[in-house]
């Protein structure tokens, strides 16, 4: 069942959201050839907390930390351990926090130092296609105009879409409905409505779509080795189209 949100939950969202896009700054001010992904965990999660709100990762569902941290040919929920980031890997950071009993959720894909120019494209591309879904979250608009977008974006620069893991709803549950592929057919899938509030996230790969879970339970990487990347930003869908709700960007819902 999706649930519709007011003007106020909408906030409530987007204080969340806020603090998550802020804590990936204080992140990102650190992703540096050297560093740990615990170490980044910690960064993360003492910020979250002196911000007042709550990690919204940490426990749920029994994953133990406040980051999910996965480099490289890792797609998503990686585990932060001792693993250090050297020059010219990439990491996708994936990050929720918890405000008035709302969740905010936002990824990003780090360079970490100096990268290659094909990484930096997949980079570029899954983060643009990112914003092609976007744009399409606008009442009357439907469900998989979203994935629709993402996908043929990601495949007309020969990059492939992760299928089994989606966007989905936000709101007092980090994970709400509808699911949100990141394609599918045009025109196809419920229709958009205003109170709407998405957590929109493309999983694309430099090779093949397939992928697997380690033996952690957890990490999920692609099947040849080929690297991925992650884009999320947390959305509301009203009557004037799609707002962006992780970004230090100040709007007043009334």
Request: charged share 25%.
């Amino acid at each position: 069942m999706i649930r519709y949100k007011s003007k106020d939950e909408i906030q409530k969202i987007r204080r969340a959201a806020r603090i998550v896009h802020d804590t990936l700054l204080k992140v990102e001010e650190n992703v540096q050839p050297g560093i740990t992904l615990k170490e980044l965990d910690t960064i993360a999660e003492d910020y979250i907390r002196s911000q007042g709100a709550i990690p919204g990762f940490k426990g749920l569902y029994d994953f133990p930390a406040t980051l999910c941290t996965s480099p490289n040919d890792m797609v998503v929920h990686g585990i932060p351990d001792n693993t250090v980031l050297n020059e010219g890997d990439i990491v996708g950071v994936d990050c929720g926090a918890i405000v008035d009993g709302f969740y905010g959720d936002h990824a990003k894909t780090f360079a970490v130092g100096e990268i290659s120019a094909e990484l930096q494209k997949l980079l570029d591309v899954t983060r643009e296609s990112l914003y092609r879904g976007i744009e399409q979250c606008v009442p009357g608009n439907h469900l998989n105009d979203i994935g629709h977008a993402i996908q043929s974006f990601c495949e007309s620069h020969g990059y492939s879409v992760v299928r089994e893991l989606v966007g989905h709803g936000i709101g007092r549950d980090l994970h709400e409905d509808p699911q949100v592929p990141n394609y599918g057919i045009a025109g196809t899938g419920v229709e958009l409505k205003d109170g709407m509030c998405l957590a929109i996230e493309p999983m694309i790969n430099a090779g093949k779509k397939e992928i697997f879970t380690g033996k952690d339970g957890w990490a999920v990487m692609t099947t040849d080795g080929h690297m991925s990347a992650h884009f999320e930003h947390t959305i509301a869908i009203t009557q004037d189209g799609a707002v962006v709700l992780s970004t230090a960007e100040e709007t007043v819902f009334d």
